[in-house]
């Protein structure tokens, strides 16, 4: 045991990737003790937005798909370096990723589907000269300068009716009332998608689903240094030091419906995820359409520590707004290939290469992804299992008249199939598939608008023990709905916290790269 660490404790307050990164960074660059280190859970599951759950009979979930990318998760490739994985003995997880990806790469012959069921021409982007210009100034403008406006305060109509549009929104979740200052650092920090957001080669995949593939070989590389996991067991709130600082003195916590107190001593650290975008999900079945739920535990414990202190951010602004952070997502388990059959010869994609279809016209904005099989470890061999999501889940179908949040499993398959002209063979997919909806309120809360100080910084100002690690604090330029934004904060957290001299993997800055530049502009008039 390192003696500076004897006795110290560090709390992570929930168990998603940025807890389970920060306690890697813990042991292995600083030697602290494992034991020393404390997960506490809400669920009774790791990997918070990381998920994929279920079985082949019941039917798999997975609430969201979480894209990688080579050229900018710099900390999440460097953590994945050190973490083994668990099926290919002397490889790390990292080198198991690229190896997969380099025998399975993503390419979509089919980026775009319209409503005659037709894979559109999306070699033009589809701007005029007012769209470049608008793109040049978003750029080009100074965050502060911009403030909570939003990107349909910034662009013409003209703009969200572009191939670009579709392709970006859709692949990355924006929605035309976002926050401008995100869209500018996502079209700054993948400034070199631009050329290739038609064929999505930039999309670096996992060989399973990220809970089979990053979350478990993580756990199981924790567990080995002996880090304690608190299961299903809520904090509720913090108690600070009076006086001028942020320093935390307490936690109340609630487990098996006992409250419980844990006191914060010297040297003690707490370090939390504040929010969650998939907090609050609520699943439907092929009979029944999911809940929209409300505020959980983790909207409400940032809630209640930002009104005692000063520099803890502003949860209003992204949790107070259901209506514009809400989209719903529905996993799909075939017990045949015959969807996946169709799809390959219908898109020329193939089969499994985890290019995202989206139907342009679809009044849900719908999209599909058929990742490559199996996409969970337990999954049976004939048994395929693909994701898709629609971004206007409030609007009434092109063939199920009903607003996709009032719509079963079947009504959002049978709408699906519609848009793809399979209803020759409609009958026989859904009579061997199950579709599993899953109504998310805050999947793209982080995405709302708002100003600087909302967020509040990794280690506030002041703070002695106090870090925020979640899509929820602040990392200038970088880009929140990512991976790496989780691994940044928490190893920025750690280092910060513990005075440790080492570097955190810089952000690439490809905008400032002259190739980058010409291939951006050359594209923006194809």
Known sequence: M???????????????????????????DCGFPGEQIHIIEEMKILGGSNDGAGNGNEGYVIRGGRMLNDETYENT????????????????????????????????????????GQVEDVTSMGFDMADRMAMLKLIMTPEAKMGKARINDWFDPHFFETNFWYMWATTFAFQPWHSAVELKRYMIRFMHEFPRIHTLEGVTRTPYNQYDSIILPLHKYLEGFGVDFDMKCTVTDLDFKEGEGITVTRMHIVKAGAEMVVDIADGDLVIVTNGSMTESSSLGS????????????????????????????NPSSFDDHIEGSKWESFTVTCQ??????????????????????????????????????????????????????????????????????????????TELLHHLKFEKDMDAIIATANCIPCMMPFITAQFM?????????????????????????????????????????????????????????????????????????????R
């Open 77 to 116: 490739w460097n953590l994945l370096s050190s973490i083994p994985s668990l099926e290919h003995p002397g490889l790390s997880v990292r080198e198991e990723i690229i190896a997969f990806d380099t025998a399975h790469p993503t390419h979509s012959n089919a980026r775009l589907v319209n409503k005659d």
């Open 286 to 313: 092929m009979t029944s359409a999911p809940e929209l739920n409300g505020k959980g535990s983790s909207w409400k414990l940032w809630e209640r520590i930002a009104a005692k202190k000063p520099g803890l951010g």
């Open 2 to 28: 390192t003696a500076d660490y004897r006795g110290r404790q560090v709390y992570f307050v929930g168990g998603g990737i940025a807890s389970l990164a920060g306690a890697a960074f813990l042991v292995r």
């Open 336 to 413: 045949d290939s015959r969807f996946f059959d169709l799809m390959e010869a219908f898109s020329r994609n193939k089969a499994g290469s985890g290019a995202l279809v989206t139907f342009k016209d679809s009044s849900w904005l719908m999209s599909i992804v058929l990742a490559h099989q199996p996409h969970f470890r337990n999954q049976p061999e004939h048994v395929k299992v693909f994701w898709g999501y629609g971004l206007f889940p409030d609007r009434v179908g092109d063939y199920v008249k009903k607003p996709m949040a009032e719509c079963t499993g079947e009504e959002i398959l």
């Open 449 to 525: 608008p708002r100003e600087i100080t909302d967020r509040p910084e990794v280690v506030p100002a002041g703070s002695t023990n106090l870090a925020f690690i979640s899509q929820f604090c602040e990392i200038p330029d970088d880009v929140v709905f990512t991976e790496e934004y989780s691994v940044r904060a928490a190893r920025m957290a750690v280092y910060k916290l513990l005075g440790i001299n080492k570097p955190v993997e810089p952000i690439h800055h490809y905008h400032y790269d002259v190739r980058t530049l010409l291939q951006g502009f050359v594209t923006s008039f």
